[in-house]
């Protein structure tokens, strides 16, 4: 059975449009089965989770983000509450310029699991 096309929120397009003027490439809405995160940009091992203002904080999203981080190719989960695409810039940009870009010899590792 095929869903339908999930709407996306006023803060997921922030995002994506912050991504697009970033020039990165990413995924919306990836499967990291059983999870589906709202931004994966593979080049940084990197998953993006839109939030809203009130957040994600019960045990069950604080497993899931345990689960996510063990996985060979994620190296951060960001999570972004903020709604005006201001804020959303500013807190894309300061954690861009904090990751580390995985290096070749991790990817190649990686990519056999």
């Known amino acids: 059975m095929n869903l339908p096309p999930k709407d996306f929120t006023p803060q997921e397009n922030i995002i994506a449009k912050c991504l697009d003027e970033f020039g990165l490439r990413y995924e919306q ?10 931004f994966f940009i593979p080049e940084l ?13 019960s ?8 689960y996510l981080m063990k996985q060979p190719a994620i190296n951060q989960v960001l999570h972004i509450k903020d709604s005006t695409k201001e804020k959303i ?16 010899n991790d990817r190649e590792v990686a990519d056999l699991e």
Do not use: C
């Open 45 to 57: 091992w990197l998953i993006i989770e839109a939030d809203g203002i009130y957040g994600h904080f």
């Open 29 to 38: 809405q990836s499967s990291f089965h059983p999870y589906t995160v709202d």
């Open 89 to 104: 810039r500013r807190t894309l940009w300061q954690a861009l310029t904090k990751l580390e870009t995985p290096n070749q």
């Open 59 to 66: 045990k069950r999203d604080i497993e899931r983000d345990m």
